[in-house]
């Protein structure tokens, strides 16, 4: 059987704030990338792990293993990495006794952890997430999120970060451009930071000179939106598919001569490159040779071709 080779998720960075500040002076908005990069930095401390409990078992998650990757080709301080691992803590089912077997919670210290590797790509706001089955597929983006709450919090600022799937480059767009009468567009947006295309641009300067973090749009028209480049449609969804959204894009109208609807841009977008899987979890150990800035940049150029950047600003 052939290696595995290393396979990753990609999400969007979005910052969120809290909606209502009593103590205004007390807290700072995240505002650069150093305030991301330290909330992650802090995050690895043991009092941020996360615990969840399901009908039998009993889970804690936590990060460790902060480190910086790659000084060179894409600029100091660009990509980050962490380690999110997932134990058992606690099962519930039968248990041998020495009277016989009956129903109980067996407890393990320390328990065993399924762990993944989480990459930050801070010059575009992404995270690659590692495809591993016993991350991937259970809530370890609401574990993290949990983790990383309470690492800025501590820190003293008053919002945090919240981790939205990049769909599948034009996946949104595609579906879009499908309608020959689009009737209606539903989404909530997010401000965008730092990636923008040229038609998008202008929702986000109102956006910004509004003060606007979140802006449900639900656009209606039984004769039909304007899907013209540029126009409101349009802007709106090159920025839903960017990634800087909250949940799924609906689209209803009219395709293939017959009424539809459809709901997109809640799966990730995957990316793989040809490394195999254990070597690039021993990475962080590799991260400042030569070694390990050619796996690096193997990640970031395929995180480029899945998700090719538009149009960036500069927001140090």
Same mark, same amino acid.
């Given at each position: !059987?052939g290696?595995r080779?290393?396979?990753?998720?990609?999400?969007?960075?979005n910052?969120t704030q809290?909606?209502?500040?009593?103590?205004?002076?007390?807290?700072k908005?995240?505002?650069?990338?150093?305030?991301?990069? @330290?909330?992650?930095k802090? @995050?690895?401390q043991?009092?941020f792990?996360?615990?969840?409990?399901?009908?039998?078992n009993?889970?804690m998650?936590a990060?460790?293993?902060?480190?910086?990757?790659?000084?060179?080709p894409?600029g100091?301080?660009?990509v980050?990495?962490?380690t999110?691992a997932?134990s058992?803590?606690?099962t &519930?089912g039968e248990?041998?006794?020495?009277?016989?077997?009956?129903e109980?919670?067996?407890?393990?210290?320390?328990?065993?952890?399924?762990?993944g590797? $989480?990459f930050?790509y !801070?010059?575009?706001h992404?995270m690659?997430?590692?495809r591993?089955?016993?991350i991937?597929?259970s809530r370890w983006?609401h574990a $993290?999120q949990?983790?990383?709450?309470?690492? @800025?919090?501590?820190l003293?600022?008053s919002g945090?970060?919240?981790f939205e799937?990049?769909p599948r480059?034009?996946?949104?767009?595609?579906?879009?451009?499908?309608? &020959?009468?689009l009737?209606r567009?539903?989404?909530?947006l997010?401000l965008?930071?730092?990636e923008?295309s040229?038609?998008?641009?202008r929702l %986000?300067?109102?956006?910004?000179?509004?003060?606007?973090r979140?802006y449900?749009?639900? !656009?209606?028209?039984?004769?039909? $939106?304007?899907?013209?480049?540029?126009?409101l449609?349009?802007? &709106?969804?090159?920025?839903?598919?960017?990634?800087?959204?909250?949940?799924?894009?609906?689209?209803?109208g009219?395709?293939?001569?017959?009424?539809?609807?459809?709901r997109?841009?809640?799966?990730?977008?995957r990316?793989?490159i040809d490394?195999?899987?254990? %070597?690039?979890?021993?990475?962080?150990?590799?991260?400042?040779?030569?070694?390990?800035q050619?796996?690096?940049t193997?990640?970031?150029d395929?995180?480029?071709?899945i998700?090719?950047?538009?149009?960036?600003?500069?927001?140090?």
């Amino acid at each position: !059987m052939g290696k595995r080779r290393f396979e990753f998720e990609l999400y969007r960075i979005n910052l969120t704030q809290a909606e209502l500040m009593l103590f205004e002076e007390m807290n700072k908005p995240i505002s650069h990338k150093k305030d991301i990069v @330290a909330i992650l930095k802090h @995050a690895v401390q043991p009092q941020f792990a996360a615990e969840f409990s399901g009908t039998k078992n009993t889970f804690m998650w936590a990060v460790r293993d902060f480190v910086q990757y790659l000084d060179e080709p894409r600029g100091p301080g660009k990509v980050y990495g962490l380690t999110l691992a997932k134990s058992v803590v606690e099962t &519930t089912g039968e248990i041998v006794t020495e009277t016989g077997i009956e129903e109980g919670v067996s407890e393990l210290e320390p328990p065993l952890a399924d762990t993944g590797h $989480l990459f930050f790509y !801070m010059e575009r706001h992404l995270m690659a997430v590692e495809r591993r089955s016993a991350i991937i597929n259970s809530r370890w983006r609401h574990a $993290l999120q949990d983790i990383l709450k309470a690492s @800025a919090h501590e820190l003293g600022y008053s919002g945090w970060v919240e981790f939205e799937p990049v769909p599948r480059h034009q996946e949104i767009i595609e579906a879009f451009r499908s309608f &020959t009468r689009l009737t209606r567009l539903r989404v909530i947006l997010r401000l965008p930071n730092p990636e923008l295309s040229r038609y998008s641009r202008r929702l %986000y300067n109102e956006m910004h000179e509004g003060a606007i973090r979140e802006y449900l749009q639900d !656009m209606k028209n039984p004769r039909g $939106l304007n899907k013209s480049d540029g126009k409101l449609p349009h802007a &709106t969804a090159e920025i839903a598919a960017a990634g800087y959204k909250r949940g799924e894009v609906t689209l209803e109208g009219v395709r293939e001569g017959r009424r539809d609807a459809v709901r997109t841009g809640r799966a990730a977008a995957r990316g793989r490159i040809d490394e195999t899987r254990d %070597y690039v979890r021993g990475l962080k150990d590799l991260a400042k040779t030569k070694e390990g800035q050619r796996i690096t940049t193997a990640i970031l150029d395929e995180i480029d071709r899945i998700a090719p950047a538009q149009w960036q600003e500069d927001n140090s």
